[in-house]
């Protein structure tokens, strides 16, 4: 198959990943495929914080997960039928971040020209043998103001994804996808 078409087909969302770090290059090697994503004007306006340094990823996990685990007891009381699609984030040690090695926050103004990196920088990652996860939960720290500090997140700036990187420890199989919704004029 086109190995561009194979890449995209086979990239997964990993949530369980190796206790291994990440090398800097290939990190470097996803940012840089992130940065080449297409943007209005070329204006390129986005940064990225990687974040491996442990005690950082602990505070991130432990406000993360306190507003994860408010919206999965909201869930619980609330939506009995869908908690029982995603109880099983309950008993994992991490439902947040997965305990990856290293999570990349990409911040921005522009939605459309962030999730555009975002997603170069998931297949980047799948190409190079790396694990990686689109993470909303991991985007609930804001209520940290030390991690706001950490992040330098200005008023205008908005946190896209992270993105999680590692070695994928159980990659999934694909979940089912729908055919796409075509109309042909
Ligand atoms: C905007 C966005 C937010 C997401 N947030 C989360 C998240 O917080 N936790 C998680 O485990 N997966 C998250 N995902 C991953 C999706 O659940 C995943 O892409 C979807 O189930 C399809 O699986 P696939 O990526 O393997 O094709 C998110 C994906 C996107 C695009």
Redesign the pocket.
């Known amino acids: 198959m086109n190995p561009v078409l194979e890449n995209i087909k086979t990239r997964?969302?990993v949530?369980s990943y190796k206790d291994l770090p990440v090398p800097k290059e290939l990190i470097e090697k996803v940012i840089e495929a992130g940065n080449y994503a297409p943007t209005g004007n070329n204006t390129q306006a986005w940064r990225f914080v990687v974040v491996s340094d442990a005690e950082m990823r602990g505070k991130l996990y432990d406000t993360a997960y306190a507003n994860w685990k408010r919206f999965f007891e909201n869930i619980r009381k609330n939506n009995p039928v869908h908690f029982e699609s995603v109880k099983h984030y309950g008993e994992m040690k991490d439902p947040v971040y997965y305990e990856a090695p290293c999570v990349v926050f990409v911040i921005g103004a522009r939605a459309v020209d962030c999730a555009l990196v975002t997603e170069n920088m998931m297949l980047a990652a799948h190409s190079l043998g790396l694990g990686s996860?689109?993470?909303?939960?991991?985007a609930q720290v804001l209520d940290n103001s030390e991690i706001v500090e950490a992040l330098e997140l200005r008023e205008d700036e908005k946190i896209f994804g992270p993105i999680i990187l590692g070695y994928a420890d159980d990659f999934?199989d694909?979940?089912p996808k729908k055919p796409p919704v075509v109309k042909w004029i």
Request: hydrophobic share 25%; aromatic share 24%.
């Open positions: 997964r969302s949530r996860c689109y993470l909303y939960f991991g999934p694909a979940p």
